[in-house]
């Protein structure tokens, strides 16, 4: 292109017009790339190999993030949760989830959700969360499903469980799980108040200092909470589909088994009731759930 000195400033301005813009990586491209970044805490991770957890706390919002390179195929992964039905027997896995079940709110996809308590309850005591559902495919090697509700349990908002995972070869995957939240004045009453009585003791996953006798400090307070809450997120994924071979019958007990023992990997952070309990109270979830 050829200028006059007069034209020159609209001369860079038609040149850059006609450039091409630089192509925007893929969301799956971006996922490769977290991992690539993350390889060294995948291969070294104090919980277990290959998988990495971080959280983060800001003035009003608390968000955790699970990485794991998993051996379940991306196809494995991505029949399983297209489904929000299989997503809801996930999810029922978690302690705190008393009923998930997968309809549609004025006219778009949603999964109801009943947050409760660790142990049995009526769902007339639980607090119910309608989660806008999506899921996005690119390709053949990502999937993405959102959950996201404008209204959480206990005043909070912007309330999101995320799912993304991306091929890494025939047999093996790269999942994120997020999960994420933000508070109103009624969710950090009702946070500060746990936080001095029953989860004074409770602490996260992430190293903060280590003691004179080597034993390692946690994080605790909210980002405490945010780790605690996106580990049982993950193991129930992990946990489900590695029941996905056993027949449709005993695959919900399956997966029950797998959660109560991955989480007792974790004592100091997870532990909450004894198998018995924790496996009856599913049954009877469960059974709810299908009536």
Known sequence: MVCVLAASTLCVVTALAGESKPAQASPADLLRQRQAVLREQLARSPLQPGLYLESVERSNALQGDAYALVEHSFATVRNAFQNPDSLCEALLLHLNIKYCRAGSKDGRPVVSVAVGKKTEQPLSDTYRVDFDHSVTTLDADYMRVNLHAKEGPVGTKDYRIALEMVALDVEHSFVHIQFAY???MAAR???????????????????????????????????????????RYFLAIDAYLSALSIPRQQRFAASTERWFAATERYPLQLHEIDRDAYLAMKRAEYRRQNL
Do not use: C, H, W
């Open 182 to 184: 933000t508070t109103g």
């Open 189 to 231: 009453l009702a946070t500060n108040f746990y936080l001095v009585s029953g989860g004074r003791d409770k602490v996260g996953f992430t190293r903060t200092a280590d003691t004179d006798d080597s034993r390692p400090q946690f994080v605790g307070g909210l980002r405490g909470i945010a780790e605690r809450n996106t580990m």
